[in-house]
């Protein structure tokens, strides 16, 4: 499950690498500024480096986890659905001798 989880958050990854290098994105990114108030854009810029920094260090590990969680998620739940059903089908019924 792990190599299936690493392999998603890897995707995702570059997926979400390869969007913020287009084009229409570095033009909002450029452009931010203008939408912050002057007495506040010194620590907006400071606050923008700081989170780009925390994402490069800590994004796919965090990827990897929740990826992780969620598939162990989606196989706790079709187990579940799966007892379930063969629950209400009778397979867990002990049969009777008459």
Same mark, same amino acid.
């Given at each position: ?5 690493? *392999? ?5 990854? +570059?997926?979400?690498? +390869?969007?913020m290098?287009?084009? +229409?994105?570095?033009r909002?990114q450029?452009? +931010? @500024?203008? #939408?912050?108030r *002057?007495?506040r854009?010194?620590?907006?810029? %400071?606050?923008v480096?700081?989170q ?5 260090? #800590?994004g ?9 969680? @969620? ?8 187990f579940?659905?799966?007892t379930?059903?063969?629950y *209400? ?7 009777? %001798?008459g």
């Amino acid at each position: 499950m792990s190599a299936l989880a690493d *392999e998603m958050a890897r995707l995702l990854w +570059w997926y979400l690498l +390869w969007l913020m290098r287009r084009p +229409w994105m570095k033009r909002i990114q450029r452009r +931010w @500024l203008g #939408w912050v108030r *002057e007495s506040r854009r010194q620590g907006a810029v %400071k606050a923008v480096k700081s989170q780009n920094k925390l994402a490069r260090r #800590w994004g796919y590990k965090t990827l990897r986890l929740v990826m992780n969680l @969620l598939l162990a998620s989606v196989l706790v739940t079709v187990f579940y659905l799966l007892t379930l059903n063969l629950y *209400e089908s009778g397979a867990f019924q002990v049969p009777v %001798k008459g």
